[in-house]
């Protein structure tokens, strides 16, 4: 599966697209990307992303919050990049 966002390409590789943590994962990347895209440093274009490890709680965890989380990896990703 390809996720078509405009100059972005997100291939999925390990997990299965009827699982529950495909969605949460397609999440943590476009929060990411949010960040790194749009950064007020610079914009990040060429750069890979794996996400190594995913938890869920089926009763509590939310898709945005998940898209939260990727966006805040994204910042502080960006707030380093700057300081090397």
Not at 50 to 65: F, P
Request: contains cysteine; hydrophobic residues 40%; charged residues 25%.
């Amino acid at each position: 599966m390809i996720m078509d966002i405009p100059g972005v390409m997100i291939v999925k590789s390990h997990i299965d697209e009827q699982s529950p943590q495909y969605h949460y994962v397609q999440e943590v990347i476009v929060g990411f990307l949010d960040a790194v895209l749009v950064s007020d440093y610079y914009p990040c274009r060429s750069l890979s992303v794996t996400v190594k490890s995913i938890e869920l709680d089926e009763v509590s965890s939310t898709r945005a919050a998940f898209r939260k989380a990727g966006k805040d990896a994204g910042n502080k990703f960006m707030k380093l990049a700057k300081l090397n």
